[in-house]
């Protein structure tokens, strides 16, 4: 078939919308739909058909409402099957971008439309696509996007659980500096987030420093020196703060030149955590598997952060590393790590000629990766069974846990709604859902699955195809990593003693499809 041109015009020869797929100038197309919309008053054209032959052209159309049509121009020589088939797609397409059909509500959605009919035929021929792609295209959705906002989130709620952190520990520090008595001079004392030393007291939260000098000499030196941190000018702020430290029993001596140059040139202060060694674990899966459960590509990627939060000896720490492991991880360490003493040992320690860790900072010092086949290796499996029954599709949509051990926290799964089709009729669930009408998706929450729900399972009912409900797409967190692994002790080099450690992990979801 060759399709000339698409339009949307009113009975009384209006144009709202037309699409030109051949060479063919403003006064012919005019002239066309001129005539189409005469043809519609003749006497011949009030019969039971949608198309409308003359001797150039062929007019296949639709009503939309008591006003408007949607017209394809064709050739005579095409296919009147594929002509109707053409049709209708192009009537779902106004019907999806546009709430009510309407002249006004056309005229809004005009570029959506035509960018819509651009995906439905190339150079006068129809493309092989279906409602899904064309939305999908429309859309633009990158897959390179999804994992950028994913990660701003997630920093979002790093920063966020940071920020609590340091305000519970500036309070106990309060409160263990109260029982003692006072701040004395030669006292040592830090508070997360700040500038610890002798007899200096600041906080990232207050976001000021005390000093005896004048203002005008913070702005001084400010003009010069770095733009990291700026001390608030007013004395009368400074003089509040001082007051309520005061009140706490504590006394505040002066900050020396040094110190105030030191606190303008240092913008921020790593996160002191409660125990002298931190460890973080950060591990992401990518799993991608068909609706009959094989898997076409699952990979584990994950890393393991070291963080000194004190400098007594062990800027040079060592661990030791048990691994549970029995599938075939690829482990990788740091370059600044001793790579003989790691594959005979399982010590991560610093090589004899490397760099000590620094304080406070997060430090890589292993990473790994899991690729496989199995569907033996899949955590969570979805099983999505919609099958045909008449004007509605019945869609029933399990999930199992296949790891017992394992504890997923905030799941949400995210089955496609066909468009144009309603809210679905939800008879069983386990857990939340919600409808997104924007995106016509239906949300499946869970707060937790773990051993005492491996299983779930919900059922709902909608008019539409098998195709319409996938791809399935999941996200969940987790505190247990998927490679199995032990810290057995974290030791002084220098000193060879054990050093208490805290250790934190964390499991995300990079993409999670079921297609």
Same mark, same amino acid.
């Not at 633009?140 to 950028?148: A, N, P, T, W």
């Not at 399972?457 to 399935?472: A, R």
């Given at each position: 078939?060759?399709?000339?041109?698409?339009?949307?015009?009113?009975?009384?020869?209006?144009?709202?919308?037309?699409?030109?797929?051949?060479?063919?100038?403003?006064?012919?197309?005019?002239?066309?739909?001129?005539?189409?919309?005469?043809?519609?008053?003749?006497? &011949?054209?009030?019969?039971?058909?949608?198309?409308?032959?003359?001797?150039?052209?062929?007019?296949?159309?639709?009503?939309?409402?008591?006003?408007?049509?949607?017209?394809?121009?064709?050739?005579?020589?095409?296919?009147?099957?594929?002509?109707?088939?053409?049709?209708?797609?192009?009537?779902?397409?106004?019907?999806?971008?546009?709430?009510?059909?309407?002249?006004?509500?056309?005229? &809004?959605?005009?570029?959506?439309?035509?960018?819509?009919?651009?995906?439905?035929?190339?150079?006068?021929?129809?493309?092989?696509?279906?409602?899904?792609?064309?939305?999908?295209?429309?859309?633009?959705?990158?897959?390179?996007?999804?994992?950028?906002?994913?990660?701003?989130?997630?920093?979002?709620?790093?920063?966020?659980?940071?920020?609590?952190?340091?305000?519970?520990?500036?309070?106990?520090?309060?409160?263990?500096?109260?029982?003692?008595?006072?701040?004395?001079?030669?006292?040592?004392?830090?508070?997360?987030?700040?500038?610890?030393?002798?007899?200096?007291?600041?906080?990232?939260?207050?976001?000021?420093?005390?000093?005896?000098?004048?203002?005008?000499?913070?702005?001084?030196?400010?003009?010069?020196?770095?733009?990291?941190?700026?001390?608030?000018?007013?004395?009368?702020?400074?003089?509040?703060?001082?007051?309520?430290?005061?009140?706490?029993?504590?006394?505040?001596?002066?900050?020396?030149?040094?110190?105030?140059?030191?606190?303008?040139?240092?913008?921020?202060?790593?996160?002191?955590?409660?125990?002298?060694? #931190?460890?973080?674990? !950060?591990?992401?899966?990518?799993?991608?598997?068909?609706?009959?459960?094989?898997?076409?590509?699952?990979?584990?990627?994950?890393?393991?952060? $070291?963080?000194?939060?004190?400098?007594?000896?062990?800027?040079?720490?060592?661990?030791?590393?048990?691994?549970?492991?029995?599938?075939?991880?690829?482990?990788?360490?740091?370059?600044?790590?001793?790579?003989?003493?790691?594959?005979?040992?399982?010590?991560?320690?610093?090589?004899?000629?490397?760099?000590?860790?620094?304080?406070?900072?997060?430090?890589?010092?292993?990473?790994?990766?899991?690729?496989?086949?199995?569907?033996?290796?899949?955590?969570?499996?979805?099983?999505?069974?919609?099958?045909?029954?008449?004007?509605?599709? &019945?869609?029933?949509?399990?999930?199992?846990?296949?790891?017992?051990?394992?504890? $997923?926290?905030?799941?949400?799964?995210?089955?496609?709604?066909?468009?144009?089709?309603?809210?679905?009729?939800?008879?069983?669930?386990?857990?939340?859902?919600?409808?997104?009408?924007?995106?016509?998706?239906?949300?499946?929450?869970?707060?937790?699955?773990?051993?005492?729900?491996?299983?779930?399972?919900?059922?709902?009912?909608?008019?539409?195809? !098998?195709?319409?409900?996938?791809?399935?797409?999941?996200?969940? #967190?987790?505190?247990?990593?998927?490679?199995?692994?032990?810290?057995?002790?974290?030791?002084?080099?220098?000193?060879?003693?054990?050093?208490?450690?805290?250790?934190?992990?964390?499991?995300?979801?990079?993409?999670?499809?079921?297609?």
């Amino acid at each position: 078939m060759v399709l000339l041109a698409a339009a949307i015009c009113s009975k009384q020869g209006k144009i709202l919308v037309s699409r030109q797929f051949v060479e063919m100038n403003r006064s012919r197309i005019e002239g066309l739909l001129t005539t189409f919309t005469k043809l519609l008053e003749s006497g &011949d054209s009030k019969q039971q058909h949608t198309f409308i032959e003359t001797e150039s052209v062929r007019y296949v159309y639709q009503p939309m409402d008591s006003s408007l049509y949607t017209v394809l121009l064709t050739t005579t020589a095409s296919n009147i099957l594929e002509d109707l088939e053409s049709l209708r797609l192009f009537s779902r397409v106004v019907t999806e971008y546009c709430s009510t059909v309407s002249e006004a509500e056309v005229k &809004d959605q005009a570029f959506q439309l035509i960018f819509a009919f651009d995906e439905i035929v190339a150079l006068g021929y129809r493309e092989n696509v279906n409602m899904t792609q064309i939305r999908t295209y429309i859309d633009m959705d990158s897959y390179d996007e999804k994992v950028f906002i994913a990660n701003r989130k997630a920093q979002e709620r790093e920063a966020a659980d940071i920020m609590k952190r340091k305000a519970k520990e500036l309070e106990i520090a309060r409160k263990e500096q109260a029982k003692k008595g006072g701040i004395g001079r030669g006292d040592r004392v830090s508070f997360p987030g700040g500038i610890s030393g002798s007899g200096v007291v600041t906080s990232d939260i207050q976001n000021s420093a005390v000093s005896d000098s004048k203002p005008s000499a913070y702005s001084s030196q400010g003009k010069t020196g770095s733009r990291g941190m700026k001390l608030t000018p007013k004395a009368r702020n400074v003089e509040t703060f001082v007051d309520s430290i005061r009140k706490e029993g504590g006394d505040v001596s002066t900050l020396s030149a040094k110190s105030t140059r030191t606190a303008t040139s240092q913008p921020s202060v790593a996160v002191k955590y409660s125990a002298p060694v #931190h460890i973080l674990v !950060q591990e992401k899966i990518n799993l991608l598997a068909d609706r009959n459960g094989g898997l076409e590509q699952f990979e584990i990627n994950g890393v393991l952060y $070291l963080i000194v939060n004190e400098t007594d000896g062990l800027e040079n720490t060592q661990m030791q590393i048990e691994s549970k492991e029995k599938r075939n991880f690829q482990m990788q360490v740091h370059p600044n790590i001793d790579k003989k003493l790691f594959s005979q040992n399982s010590i991560i320690a610093i090589k004899p000629e490397g760099k000590p860790y620094l304080l406070g900072e997060k430090t890589g010092v292993l990473k790994w990766r899991f690729a496989s086949t199995d569907e033996s290796n899949i955590p969570l499996t979805i099983n999505c069974w919609p099958s045909d029954g008449g004007d509605r599709c &019945d869609v029933n949509i399990e999930y199992e846990l296949t790891q017992p051990t394992l504890s $997923l926290s905030d799941v949400t799964i995210s089955i496609p709604l066909p468009t144009g089709s309603g809210n679905p009729v939800v008879t069983e669930s386990d857990g939340d859902y919600a409808v997104d009408s924007k995106k016509r998706v239906l949300d499946w929450h869970l707060a937790v699955i773990d051993s005492s729900n491996r299983t779930g399972s919900m059922e709902f009912s909608i008019p539409g195809l !098998q195709d319409d409900f996938f791809p399935i797409s999941i996200q969940f #967190h987790s505190d247990r990593p998927l490679m199995q692994f032990s810290i057995h002790d974290v030791i002084a080099r220098n000193t060879g003693e054990k050093v208490k450690f805290s250790s934190e992990a964390e499991l995300t979801v990079e993409r999670y499809v079921i297609q």
